[in-house]
């Protein structure tokens, strides 16, 4: 249940409104926007008088929400999110947010190189993998707590936040210490452990990815699960779904863009990278994803694709993404954006 209030509401009225609702066995949340204040029923609404509590001063109409996700809704809160970085770039609202490095952390050579060159060019955070979910137990694991101290030292060089994946509950206290972003990769996207955890012991920004086949409601209850331990940090990610295609690694779906910022006040990243699996569709993908209404893009940029410890195939190289930076450009004036 969602009750907007009148332009003109009274504090008092305002009290009276949630006195009714929480009378009826609810929480309630106060979303303040630009123009309107709504009132968000949190449980079972069904024990709320409707009738009367659109009756009351101040309440201009009540709406019942059919959709089980309430915080990530964008009925109980109009606004966009934005979510500000510790660079003082904002993920969400009219520039774009672009997050670039290589799948994992090789070396500290490696990653401080790839950060200045990122930085140099216009990204605004960079990515690197220390822990790395693979398919393979015989694949490259990542450096784990050494590649964490690695993504620091290039954050110390480049004052670029760093974003990296999140795989146990057990690590949360040091990417606390050490992560600006925490990502929650896709096998993890219904990790209800972690998002709770995620949601009740930090509020640093949440990057969550999209699951390998998890429908648009899946992906915005998962982001439920954060929100409602009390973190609001939430940004959410495409990077493709699993379909019957096999010229790609994943589908990418950006039509998933389109109604999430229909359904929900979150901030939306595209990762043309994993979507693909091609490093030669990453430049396109990336066009397209502005083109959608995406509030940013996550790029995989290595210093030597060829030789990298972890796929190597869907990633840039640093010259290759000047140049999809210049291209972005155009792209985002058109849709009333800037990079």
Same mark, same amino acid.
């Given at each position: ?16 409104? *949630?006195?009714?609702? =929480? ?7 106060? %979303?303040?926007? +630009? /123009?309107?204040? &709504?009132? #968000? ?49 904002? *993920?969400?609202?009219? =520039? ?7 799948? %994992?952390?090789? +070396? /500290?050579?490696? &990653?401080? #190189? ?226």
């Amino acid at each position: 249940m969602v009750v907007i209030m009148k332009p003109d509401f009274t504090a008092q009225q305002l009290q009276e409104a *949630i006195a009714a609702m =929480k009378a009826g066995g609810v929480n309630v949340m106060v %979303s303040k926007g +630009s /123009e309107t204040t &709504i009132l #968000g029923a949190e449980g079972n609404a069904a024990n709320i008088d409707q009738e009367k509590l659109e009756q009351l001063p101040g309440v201009e109409r009540v709406m019942r929400v059919s959709e089980p996700y309430k915080k990530a809704n964008r009925k109980y809160h109009p606004d966009d999110t934005c979510i500000p970085l510790p660079n003082g770039a904002v *993920i969400g609202g009219n =520039k774009l947010a672009v997050i670039a490095g290589p799948c %994992s952390v090789e +070396s /500290e050579e490696q &990653i401080v #190189g790839i950060a200045k060159a990122v930085q140099q060019t216009g990204a605004c955070a960079l990515r690197g993998g220390a822990f790395k979910p693979r398919t393979s137990p015989y694949s490259f694991q990542g450096l784990e707590c050494e590649g964490l101290e690695l993504l620091r030292r290039a954050r110390r060089e480049t004052g670029l936040p760093v974003v990296t994946e999140i795989m146990s509950t057990e690590y949360i206290d040091l990417f606390q210490e050490c992560v600006d972003v925490i990502q929650v990769g896709a096998r993890n996207m219904q990790n209800f452990d972690l998002l709770k955890k995620l949601g009740r012991e930090t509020d640093k920004p949440i990057l969550l990815k999209r699951g390998l086949s998890s429908t648009i409601e899946e992906w915005l209850m998962s982001a439920e699960y954060i929100m409602a331990g009390g973190n609001q940090n939430v940004i959410l990610c495409e990077r493709g779904i699993r379909t019957f295609e096999t010229f790609t690694r994943n589908t990418l779906d950006l039509s998933a863009v389109l109604a999430v910022k229909q359904l929900s006040h979150l901030p939306v990243v595209v990762d043309p990278s994993h979507a693909c699996g091609k490093a030669w569709m990453v430049e396109r993908m990336a066009m397209a994803a502005v083109a959608a209404g995406a509030d940013g893009l996550i790029i995989e940029v290595h210093n030597d694709p060829k030789n990298a410890l972890c796929d190597g195939a869907q990633s840039i190289t640093p010259h290759q993404f000047q140049d999809v930076m210049d291209k972005l450009s155009p792209i985002a004036r058109a849709v009333g954006r800037e990079v």
